[in-house]
């Protein structure tokens, strides 16, 4: 059961430098999630899509583009890297398409991928 | 605004000892709370969700405690194991007054250490 699988795990990067985070699930869920998680906060949500073709800004959107690709694959992409980009960032997938996930839905989380930018 | 604050940041206990971690949000209207258990270099996974009618929800040795009316959740851990340590984290549903949509407020997390 490989569930939300990211890739890269690690990327190092300069400033100016692009690139894109993969995401995939296998639970044939409708909605996808990029968050940021940075030291003494919250997770912050990104990006959202409730399904194939549509994709909704988060909290902190800018300087990120997302594309859904088809149900299963979201991808994240940083177009010129700044170090205030460096963080931990999760995708996450949910059988709702409620991004508050109702009384009984739940985030399912891929194992992060860790990006500094020098 | 909207906030979840988790306390205490970090905690150190003794395998076989109890704690009890807290959350206290100021989010309104106030829709459903989650914890989360998130092992170092790991995504998040769910322990608990809680609506506004319930009051005590378990899951093993994990108890949550929820009082809407002064906003406050408490996760108890009943004889820590090594395995407990990790950061646990609190999550309210509430309604974004921008668009009426319904959003999740992530607390900052308590990180949990459990000494032999």
């Known amino acids: 059961n490989a569930g939300v699988t990211q890739t890269p795990k690690f990327q190092v990067l300069k400033t100016g430098q692009s690139m894109t985070l993969q995401c995939a699930q296998d639970?044939?869920?409708?909605?996808m999630y990029w968050y940021r998680q940075d030291p003494g906060m919250g997770l912050r949500l990104i990006y959202y899509?409730?399904?194939?073709?549509?994709?909704d800004k988060g909290e902190v959107p800018n300087g990120y583009n997302v594309s859904r690709l088809n149900k299963r694959e979201f991808s994240l992409r940083l177009e010129s890297a700044a170090p205030s980009q460096t963080s931990v960032y999760f995708c996450?997938?949910?059988?709702?398409?409620?991004?508050?996930?109702?009384?009984?839905?739940?985030?399912?989380f891929g194992e992060g991928s860790r990006l500094t930018v020098l | 605004k909207n906030q979840v604050e988790q306390s205490p940041q970090s905690l150190i206990i003794l395998e076989g000892k109890n704690c009890t971690l807290q959350?206290?949000?100021?989010?309104?209207?106030?829709?459903?709370l989650r914890w989360y258990k998130q092992d170092t270099g790991r995504g998040p996974v769910s322990l608990t969700i809680?609506?506004?009618s319930e009051n005590t929800k378990s899951n093993g040795r994990y108890t949550a405690t929820l009082d809407a009316d002064t906003k406050q959740s408490s996760l108890h851990i009943t004889a820590s194991q090594l395995s407990d340590s990790a950061s646990y984290i609190c999550?309210?549903?509430?309604?974004?007054?921008?668009?009426?949509?319904?959003?999740?407020?992530w607390g900052a997390g308590t990180k949990l250490i459990i000494k032999p």
């Open positions: 809680m609506t506004f």
């Open positions: 639970m044939n869920h409708n909605s």
């Open positions: 899509s409730a399904s194939e073709g549509t994709t």
């Open positions: 996450a997938s949910s059988y709702l398409r409620d991004r508050g996930l109702g009384n009984t839905g739940e985030l399912f």
């Open positions: 959350c206290n949000y100021t989010v309104s209207p106030f829709s459903n």
């Open positions: 999550v309210v549903s509430a309604m974004n007054p921008l668009d009426s949509n319904y959003q999740l407020i």
